[in-house]
């Protein structure tokens, strides 16, 4: 870091001869670093959705479980209250 500072504070020629450099060098430094970094990032990448789709996997078990609870929450607070001798099978 402290060497692109220095570059930068000698003069404005200096910052223009480091500019017209990596202007001249990008069409060739920028495709080799993409053949080298490109894997590494499709690794990362791949790594990621994996994560992504086991950890969304999970959320989504958990949150159709609390979704299930509630609902039978939901109706066991919505159901009629039984009333006294009704539904009694013991023939009385």
């Avoid at 060497?3 to 504070?9: H, S, Y």
């Avoid at 080298?36 to 790594?47: F, L, N, Q, S, T």
């Avoid at 992504?52 to 299930?68: F, K, N, Q």
């Avoid at 919505?78 to 099978?89: D, L």
Wanted: glycine fraction near 12%; hydrophobic fraction near 50%.
């Amino acid at each position: 870091m402290a060497l692109v500072e220095d570059l930068f504070k000698g003069s404005t020629v200096t910052g223009l001869a480091v500019g017209v450099g990596a202007l001249l060098l990008a069409p060739t430094v920028i495709p080799a670093v993409g053949r080298v970094i490109r894997p590494a990032v499709k690794a990362a990448i791949k790594g990621g959705m994996v994560f992504y789709r086991e950890t969304l996997a999970e959320v989504g078990e958990v949150a159709s479980d609390l979704v299930a609870e509630a609902r039978a929450e939901l109706e066991h607070e919505s159901a009629p209250p039984a009333i006294a001798g009704r539904g009694k099978t013991d023939g009385h």
